[in-house]
């Protein structure tokens, strides 16, 4: 008996192996066929561009590194305003973001006109292009000509990045609220908890740990956007870009630029990609 059960362990143990060296070699062969496509793909696209009958001008113009070089140091410079801004935009995106989103979710009848307001606002700002908000906040408000109001441009155009983007993340916020079971906020009251405190204890902490995948894809596109402040006048990193291109008729200055908003941009994408595989995509 005990040589039976040992002939049949040893059997399973043979049958494991087997399976695993065979999934070692689909995973090689896989990889060997990503690698060669991969190649065949990205060489061809390669030698198309290199090819083609415009790629010295478009190398001259687009790609100069004595232009590169000249205009990089400025441009990095001027960066920080867009780092700058981005951070204290974020945190304002965050924090009216979910002011609105708990308005929306309030069930009081007495909060309804606030729930309305609310749902306008946004209906409205989530329907503006936020280039065109830019242009009528920066522009518009130093026109009422009210005193007390800011008419520093950088101040306006974080202002409108603030009003559009809230907007989005404070559907993104209702999103998580709503995904929350209700027996959740009905058990934290049954043992004791308020309203309030059901909702800051149990059902928030849930809604945002939900939503931190979309609301960190809300802020790579903010990012990027704090570009569009460069309409009224900011001399951020794309507006500096913009002056050296017109300047020397080279193109070059804008994809300094780009390099680095990619720099910022590219990490933060993998740090999305990283947070769904770990997830998967329950996060959402």
């Known amino acids: 008996m005990e040589a039976v059960k040992a002939g049949k362990a040893y059997e399973v143990g043979t ?3 087997a399976r695993r060296a065979a999934r070692k070699r689909m995973d090689r062969r896989g990889a060997l ?7 065949v793909v990205l060489g061809g696209l390669a030698a198309l561009i290199l090819t083609s009958p415009g790629w010295p001008d478009v190398r001259e113009t687009f790609f100069s590194p004595s232009a590169f070089a000249d205009s990089f140091p400025e ?14 935009v974020e945190v304002i995106v965050l924090i009216w973001g979910l002011v609105v989103a708990l308005v929306r979710t309030s069930s009081g009848p007495a909060l309804f006109p606030l729930r309305l307001l609310a749902a306008g606002y946004c209906d409205i700002f989530r329907g503006i292009p936020t280039i065109l908000l830019v242009y009528l906040v920066g522009f518009g408000i130093p026109a009422l000509g009210l005193s007390g109001v800011p008419t520093d441009p950088i101040i306006l155009g974080g202002f ?22 209700k ?4 058990a934290a009251l049954a043992i004791g ?3 309030r405190q059901s909702l800051r204890f149990v ?14 894809n809300d802020f790579i596109a903010l990012q990027k956007d704090v570009a569009l402040v460069a309409i ?3 001399v951020e990193a794309f507006r500096v870009a913009q002056i050296d291109a017109a300047a020397n008729f080279n193109y070059t200055p804008l994809l300094a630029a780009a390099l680095l908003y990619l720099i910022i941009t590219v990490p933060l994408a993998r740090v999305l990609d990283r947070m769904d595989l770990t997830t998967g995509g329950k996060a959402k």
């Open 183 to 186: 027996g959740q906020k009905d």
């Open 75 to 88: 441009i990095l410079k001027a960066f920080r305003i867009d780092v700058a801004m981005f951070l204290v």
């Open 203 to 216: 059902v928030l902490p849930q809604a945002v740990r939900r939503v931190i995948p979309p609301l960190l």
């Open 160 to 181: 409108a990045l603030a009003l559009s983007y809230g907007a989005y993340v404070s559907e993104v916020y209702r999103a998580g609220l709503l995904s929350v079971h």
């Open 193 to 195: 908890l308020d309203e």
């Open 15 to 17: 049958r494991r192996e």
């Open 33 to 39: 066929i990503a690698f060669v496509s991969s190649v």
């Open 232 to 234: 009224l006048g900011v």
